[in-house]
């Protein structure tokens, strides 16, 4: 069985750093892109970027490029996404996918998501 | 501003088909596959339809998907009160605001 677990709920300030985890199983780790998607409080979703573990190759949308770093540590079935310096527009739930073709914006199994609270 | 666009909320009643649409362009729609999702209260979204009509496995056929030109449209036939969802769709967008872009989602209450 496919599943994607996501690290727990996390309650920052801003200005903290921050990494989210997002563990494969049940298939191969390595030939699936990993992609994370963030929905704010009671909106809609916004695809942040994109990771190949098997490569790492990794791809961000205009939107987060340089806000966020995506990252995969294949060794464990792992993907990452993270902050250096939070604030509190971060505030989302954040949740990760699989994709089998990058050129599609497939995702056939999602994480349950991790939220994120970011408030001094 | 999403860069498709769909209406904010629909409705229907038990047994009733509903349609959501989704509007785009000719750097994504018009030129690429179109795909939804449907997030239950609380949960994680779940692919319902990809590349245009395919349904994955599990979802019941009484979820279809269509495109023409730069529109596509989701329909829900025999509406029941389980699919009270939002709806997303998705497409691949070769201009700057892509690669992908999400739809803003449309709230479907069934009455």
């Known amino acids: 069985e496919v599943q994607l677990v996501q690290s727990g709920a996390e309650v920052k300030k801003p200005g903290e750093s921050l990494k989210i985890s997002c563990k494969g199983s049940g298939y191969s780790f390595t030939s699936y892109w990993i992609g994370w998607v963030r929905q704010m409080p009671g909106k809609g979703l916004e695809w942040m970027g994109i990771?190949?573990?098997?490569?790492?190759?990794?791809r961000y949308s205009p939107s987060f490029q340089g806000q966020v770093t995506i990252s995969a540590d294949k060794s464990i079935s792992t993907a990452y996404l993270q902050w250096s310096s939070l604030k509190a527009s971060d505030t989302a739930m954040y949740y990760c996918a699989r994709n089998p073709h990058y050129g599609d914006p497939h995702l056939d199994y999602w994480g349950q998501g991790t939220l994120v609270t970011v408030s001094s | 501003q999403s860069v498709l666009t769909q209406p904010p909320s629909a409705s229907g009643t038990p047994g009733q088909r509903v349609t959501i649409s989704c509007s785009g362009s000719s750097s994504n729609i018009g030129s690429n596959y179109v795909y939804w999702y449907q997030q239950l209260p609380g949960t994680a979204p779940k692919l319902l339809i990809y590349?245009?009509?395919q349904r994955p496995s599990g979802v019941p056929d009484r979820f279809s998907g269509s495109k023409s030109g730069t529109s596509a449209s989701l329909a829900i036939s025999g509406l029941r009160s389980e699919d009270e969802a939002d709806y997303y769709c998705?497409?691949?967008?070769?201009?700057?605001?892509?690669?992908?872009?999400f739809g803003g989602g449309t709230k479907l209450t069934v009455l």
């Open positions: 990771i190949y573990p098997g490569d790492s190759d990794t």
């Open positions: 590349r245009n009509n």
């Open positions: 998705a497409a691949w967008d070769d201009s700057l605001s892509g690669p992908w872009v």
